[in-house]
């Protein structure tokens, strides 16, 4: 990584009743080569955590406290990570069938095969859509199958 350079980045915070505040924290910026040409900008996260100095090159820098850190540093989850298994299934075959060009409804028929889509990467996208809308289905009727007292949330 070469040509390092820092910019400063601002933002205003108040907690409760007290007043405004800037926070201002000068954040490195590494910029790396493309293939085609040209070259791309990066954050490098400039905290430490876990008495450690952090360092990852990140496209998006979070702002979850008094500081912009890396969603490492703040140990946040992808939304999926938090999904049952279940639920996950769900959406990864809903996605396809959108890509598709179809509904994401399990109801309606599977997509035909779009337009211009090689035959290969149709076959493997319904397989994995398939698969997993089997998967979802499996592990709802497991769960319905459950008596109604354990389905219940605590």
């Known amino acids: 990584m070469k040509n390092h350079f820092a910019g400063c980045i601002v933002k205003q915070r108040r907690y409760a009743d007290q007043e405004w505040r ?20 990066w954050f490098l996260c400039a905290v430490y955590a876990n008495g450690r100095y952090c360092g990852r090159r990140v496209a998006i820098l979070y702002a ?24 996950r299934n769900l959406s990864q ?11 994401p409804s399990l109801f309606d028929p599977f997509p035909d095969k779009p337009p211009r889509m090689h035959w290969r990467t149709y076959e493997r ?23 109604a007292q354990s389905r219940r949330r605590r």
Request: charge should be positive; proline fraction near 5%; glycine fraction near 8%.
């Open 64 to 87: 979850g406290g008094d500081l912009f850190a890396c969603r490492h540093c703040y140990r946040l989850a992808y939304a999926s990570q938090s999904e049952s298994p279940r639920d």
């Open 93 to 103: 075959a809903q996605k396809i069938r959108m890509r598709l060009g179809g509904s």
């Open 125 to 147: 996208l319904a397989a994995r859509g398939l698969a997993a809308e089997g998967r979802s289905l499996e592990l709802m009727r497991a769960y319905l199958d459950r008596p």
């Open 22 to 41: 800037d926070i201002r924290q000068r954040v490195p910026i590494a910029w790396t080569a493309c293939t085609l040409r040209g070259r791309r900008p």
